[in-house]
């Protein structure tokens, strides 16, 4: 399974739009990106998932570029709910073992 | 709703007592399941994959002895800690494969061990 690298922390104000990138240079060409929240004392929750150019859903945006190489999680107009730890995760579609990279901590603020 | 659900959600124990907690599927059969710990500030750590039916796959440095798997049905594997100690107290969750591309965790269960 591909490694990830992601900024430890975020600070946002609610309204904004965020952006977390991930790096995963050693992503294979069977590999998906999927992207998961974690509020604390919670488990995961799937936030999205794609293989390449944009995918769009009700909650977020991920963006992958051609090589792949990275992808960027967009969060539009955050509020303070979206206060979590987000993770970014690489490997084959339907791959049930997932290893947890050291996520990203988004803190909102007024 | 939730699909995949832990119980207990928080178990406080003394120190060498054993503490089973249980995950479910609620609305699906998993033939596999998976148990994560995370300690405060940290990301989940995989210990083990748990296959209905047979003996679960412990990951590397994880006490199979301590950390009894056990998946008697396609709906529910059960984490027994057992001899617990204050350095187990931990947040445990587990997951499941619904093969829809994601997989869906439970609540997480809390073990304190005084």
């Known amino acids: 399974l591909a490694k990830t690298t992601q900024p430890i922390s975020m600070d946002s104000y609610e309204g904004q739009e965020v952006n977390i990138t991930c790096s995963h240079n050693?992503?294979?060409?069977?590999?998906?990106i999927t992207w998961y929240q974690q509020f604390p004392s919670q488990g995961p929750r799937f936030i999205i998932q794609g293989y390449k150019t944009k995918v769009t859903n009700e909650v977020a945006s991920l963006f992958i570029p051609a090589d792949r190489k990275s992808s960027t999680l967009s969060l539009p107009r955050v509020s303070l709910s979206d206060t979590a730890v987000y993770y970014c995760?690489?490997?084959?579609?339907?791959?049930?073992?997932?290893?947890f990279g050291t996520g990203t901590r988004l803190q909102v603020f007024p | 709703g939730a699909v995949v659900s832990q119980h207990p959600s928080w178990v406080i124990c003394k120190s060498g007592t054993s503490v089973k907690i249980e995950c479910r599927s609620l609305?699906?059969?998993?033939?596999?399941m998976f148990w994560y710990r995370q300690f405060p500030k940290q990301s989940l750590m995989l210990m083990a994959t748990?296959?209905?039916?047979?003996?679960?796959?412990?990951e590397q440095g994880v006490e199979k002895d301590k950390f009894l798997i056990n998946h008697a049905s396609l709906t529910l594997s059960t984490l027994t800690v057992t001899s617990a100690h204050p350095e187990d107290s931990s947040f445990y969750i587990c997951?499941?494969?619904?093969?829809?591309?994601?997989?869906?965790f439970g609540e997480g269960s809390r073990l304190t061990v005084l």
């Open positions: 050693n992503i294979a060409t069977n590999d998906y």
């Open positions: 748990s296959n209905e039916g047979s003996k679960a796959t412990y």
């Open positions: 609305d699906f059969q998993a033939t596999t």
């Open positions: 997951s499941a494969d619904r093969s829809t591309g994601e997989l869906f």
């Open positions: 995760l690489v490997g084959p579609y339907n791959t049930d073992k997932l290893i």
